[in-house]
């Protein structure tokens, strides 16, 4: 037990000094949506908020809360409002960003192995234009992508192991950014004028290891996503252009520690950080780290 600490701890060292991106476009973050407790509560509450650090020098502060109503052992709702505020060299952005509706359903438990299912959306509070004095702003200092998104996804439990895949598709874009590097004085970050993204497929696989008193868990995992194409944008001269390097693959490692205060409940700390990336991420959610911590509240 102690060697695979060690060996987490390591490895979240070493990521962390190399890193040069981490990606959550909401696909990353809907996990819970395949956990519950509907044997014991009907409800839960989780008020959380999320630190990170993204390209140059940009400072995150993304509080969020969600709600989620279990109607039975199969069939449960989950509500999540968040907000975003990013710090850099542009000045200070603070706004509302997305809501998302997930709905969960799990299937019989047979020989210690158990599927779900989940299907959701994502509505943006914005349309990704958020600007400082007037001045328009890359996708780093925005809360939303400003993007409607479908997302699919299946969960299989085994003892100790959990594996999930989903897909996040744009289904509407309303993204209207008018941001151009030609006009703001910094080759920091790309043009992203009424910015269109690609859609995400997720693989992620999760080991839970519980201390005896019970009173611990803690989950490793790893996140690999594939963006499915190249984003795009209108130039200077009103075409539609590629952003060359920005489809492909992102794998990102998480630790997630859980100390369980009673029945009712816990307090949650996750640290993520990226070991592989995208050429180009003009989405601005590239982060160096993350570091969050939840408090869950079950009645």
């Known amino acids: 037990m102690k060697n695979l600490f060690f060996s987490v701890g390591l490895l979240f060292m070493v990521a962390l000094t190399n890193a040069q991106g981490c990606s959550d476009a909401g696909i990353c973050s809907i996990g819970h949506g ?8 009907k409800n839960n509450i989780e008020v959380a908020t999320i630190f990170g650090a993204g390209e140059s020098d940009v400072k995150y502060f993304s509080p969020f809360v969600s709600y989620t109503r279990n109607f039975n052992e ?10 975003s505020t990013a710090n850099g060299s542009f000045g200070t952005r603070s706004s509302f960003g997305d809501a998302y509706l997930i709905g969960n359903y799990t299937f019989k ?18 349309t990704s234009n958020l600007k400082i004095n007037g001045y328009s702003l890359p996708m780093d200092y925005q809360s939303s992508l400003g993007t409607f998104d479908l997302f699919l996804g299946t969960n299989f439990k085994y003892k100790n192991w959990d594996f999930n895949t989903a897909i996040q598709i744009p289904v509407f874009n309303n993204n ?9 004085g910094t080759d920091d970050f790309p043009s992203t004028n009424l910015f269109e993204r690609r859609s995400d497929a997720l ?5 839970s290891i519980k201390t005896p008193n019970q009173k611990f868990i ?11 194409g190249e984003d ?28 369980i205060i009673n029945v009712q409940n816990s307090v949650e700390l996750s640290l993520a950080t990226p070991f592989v990336v995208r050429d ?8 160096s780290f993350v570091a969050g911590i939840l408090y869950k509240y079950s009645f």
């Open 176 to 184: 209207k950014n008018s941001y151009f590097k030609e006009y703001s």
């Open 34 to 41: 395949f956990q519950s407790n509907a044997e014991i509560f």
């Open 218 to 228: 803690f989950k490793p995992n790893i996140l690999f996503i594939y963006h499915l």
């Open 203 to 207: 693989l992620r696989a999760t080991y």
């Open 109 to 126: 438990e047979k020989n210690k192995k158990q599927w779900s299912t989940m299907l959701g959306w994502k509505f943006p509070f914005n």
């Open 74 to 83: 199969r069939i449960s709702l989950s509500t999540k409002v968040t907000f």
């Open 232 to 259: 795009s944008f209108e130039n200077i001269f009103g075409e539609r252009e590629s952003i060359i390097g920005s489809d492909g693959l992102t794998i990102n490692g998480n630790l997630v520690s859980s100390y």
């Open 280 to 287: 180009v991420r003009p989405d601005g959610l590239t982060r």
